[in-house]
């Protein structure tokens, strides 16, 4: 069998990509008010620029309670002005571009929104010291609409793609957990409750967007805490999604946003800079004094999702995108030999954005990255992602 050609075209459910590596979304920082600025759309053509098939929009709530902070995008009409503006801006660097869309359930700020926090059940908030409530099943269908909505607004934006966001915890996440989901109604107990969220949500985006758009979804492999979804369960989920015909492809991720954030992340956990970004005086109090059983550091290592993934790639026929640590070509190339479809980059892209044209031009080229992830507090802040810091 022939390998495919990692910088030749290739396709993504009704799309052809100009080659195989995807900008995964990565919190921007730059939407005050909850809109589209110019610094938005700059930061997605460099990367269009750079030479990536697609990138990313991180992250677009389909809901106000669903940001982790109230500046982030939560799609109404009203933006789709501002975000053609940001597609034909990608576009007119030969890239196709993807919207981020989801709700962050229990990892949404509800100081921030002014909008409690939702999530399976009930508990106080780790980050925000807050209750989160559990929703109800009037919530859930209202939340499953709005992702249809937030699809149908992608598409009238000219977006190419929409991913949904099902993994770090997050609203349908939570659903997935069994540590966070202790509800006895059809949206919990075991594996196919659990599941019920993610499916429908998919579904409804599907039945939304048609063929469109490609509709991607990011899944957790495994939350990376005690009690929470773990592989075994997380390939079942997979394989019944794939079962509905409703994602054109996988990207695979792990860890918890709510409970272990640095299990995604790897590498050095930068405490300080977490406590000076965190809002909450108490909350910086306790990043700096008890911080590091939250943000455990994690030894990196090239690919470290690999197998993980692997056990995924082997039950499945439906594409996937392999994400964790892919910094050089000779790592993107052996993750398409062994089935992977595209190769997802983060960090990597936020210290070069020009990286996948220098992987082109130069096949030993690595990345400058250090993997140091003084990029991540950002996330917390509600500031721009710091690019020189990879």
């Known amino acids: 069998m022939t390998q495919p050609a990692l910088f030749g075209p290739a396709r993504l459910g009704p799309l052809t990509l100009r080659n195989r590596f995807v900008k995964a979304a990565t919190f921007e920082g730059m ?32 809901a106000p309670e669903g940001r982790t902070e109230r500046h982030q995008l939560w799609m109404r009409p009203e933006l789709v002005p501002g975000l053609r503006r940001l ?19 229990p990892v949404a700020d509800p100081r921030s929104n002014g909008l409690p926090a939702l999530g399976p059940s009930a508990r106080v908030g780790a980050q925000s010291l807050t209750r989160i409530r559990a929703a109800s099943r009037a919530d859930i269908a209202r939340i499953t609409r709005a992702h249809a909505q937030a699809a149908r607004l992608a598409v009238e934006a000219g977006f190419d793609a929409v991913e949904i966001h099902l993994g770090h915890n997050y609203f349908a996440s939570a ?30 985006v599907r039945d939304a967007v048609g063929d469109r758009v490609a509709v991607l979804a990011k899944l957790n492999m495994d939350d990376g805490v005690p009690g929470g979804l773990w592989l075994d369960e997380s390939v079942q989920v997979a394989r019944r999604l794939e079962a509905d015909g409703s994602v054109d492809a996988l990207e695979l991720t792990a860890g918890s946003s709510l409970l272990n954030p640095m299990y ?23 990043v700096r004094a008890v911080g590091g059983r939250f943000l455990r550091a994690y030894p990196y290592e ?6 993980s993934a692997r056990q995924f790639r082997a039950a499945l026929g439906l594409p996937l995108i392999l994400l964790g640590g892919i910094t050089r070509r000779e790592t993107a190339e052996r993750a398409l030999a062994e089935g992977f479809a595209f190769v997802a980059m983060a960090r990597a892209l936020l210290r070069e954005p020009d990286l996948v044209h220098r992987m082109e031009r130069e096949p030993g080229t690595r990345s400058l990255c250090i993997h140091c992830n003084k990029c991540m507090p950002t996330i917390y802040s509600g500031t721009r992602c710091v690019l020189a810091s990879g």
């Open 87 to 105: 597609t034909d801006a990608v576009h007119a660097e030969g890239a196709a571009v993807s919207a981020q869309i989801g709700h962050a359930g």
């Open 302 to 307: 090239e690919a470290y999702l690999l197998d």
């Open 31 to 62: 939407t005050r008010g909850s809109r589209v600025s110019d610094e938005l759309i700059a930061f997605h053509r460099r990367h269009a620029a750079g030479g990536v098939a697609m990138t990313t929009v991180a992250y677009c709530a389909v």
């Open 175 to 204: 659903f997935l957990s069994p540590r966070l989901n202790h509800r006895d109604d059809a949206y919990g107990g075991d594996l196919a409750g659990r599941a019920r969220v993610a499916r429908e949500t998919a579904r409804a």
């Open 264 to 286: 995604l992340f790897r590498g050095d956990a930068p405490l300080r800079e977490f406590a000076a970004a965190m809002r909450n005086p108490v909350v910086r109090l306790g």
